[in-house]
């Protein structure tokens, strides 16, 4: 059985109800899996387990508290070797198999100067793997990701965690361990839609995400009727 790891800020402006849909996806669709683990946030509900874990609240730490929560994950004998990494805004559309969830990226890790913390992530992200002589490719899809815990380890351990803005996980993980994956579209929705423009841009899909400006009553209505 393969266990569930969720790192879990407090940063929901929606009192958490992302992880509730994340959640109702899993039981839906995730088969095989073990218990689902929720590092970090301590949130309401009776079908987790709670493992605390403090963050710092600075921006520039965003990638690196991530990263301490799946370290501290994979620290503890109680969670499977190999575990599905999962976000709280990541949403299943088909069934599946936790064990052989694919790995997917979405081309290559950006390496331009961006205007917010995220694209500094990832050009660090870019600039580390490259001078390793790994590849570059990018993992952080919105869409769940296997993580072996003493790889994941000794990935992390290669690289200067006390930089500015961090690096983005998946991809560092997955370049570093030598992980290949296939190209997919990735399916963030970030403002606001109808019921059918929604239904629209996840149909055929495996998984989409939400962001904060997305999560409008219209999305409500679209994950009730995805998920009961």
Request: hydrophobic letters at 35%.
């Amino acid at each position: 059985m393969i266990d569930i790891v969720i790192p879990l800020g407090n940063g929901s402006k929606h009192n958490n109800l992302e992880l509730d849909y994340c959640i109702k996806g899993i039981k839906k669709h995730v088969h095989g899996s073990g218990d689902i683990y929720i590092v970090g946030n301590t949130p309401n509900r009776d079908d987790i387990i709670h493992i605390p874990h403090a963050e710092s609240s600075k921006p520039v730490f965003k990638e690196r508290n991530i990263c301490d929560k799946l370290l501290h994950a994979c620290a503890l004998p109680e969670v499977s070797e190999t575990f599905l990494y999962m976000n709280d805004d990541h949403f299943l559309l088909r069934d599946v198999l936790a064990y052989h969830f694919p790995f997917h990226h979405k081309g290559i890790l950006p390496n331009v100067n961006g205007d917010n913390v995220y694209y500094r992530s990832l050009k660090n992200t870019h600039r580390a793997l490259s001078g390793k002589g790994y590849n570059t490719n990018n993992f952080d899809v919105h869409c769940p990701i296997l993580i072996e815990k003493k790889a994941f380890i000794c990935a992390m351990a290669q690289y200067d965690w006390s930089a500015s803005y961090g690096y983005v996980v998946k991809s560092l993980y997955a370049n570093t361990v030598g992980l290949k994956g296939s190209f997919v579209k990735d399916v963030k929705i970030n403002k606001a839609y109808t019921e059918g423009e929604i239904q629209a841009k996840i149909e055929g899909q495996m998984y989409f995400s939400v962001g904060d400006a997305g999560l409008n009553e219209a999305m409500k209505n679209v994950l009730n009727e995805l998920y009961g």
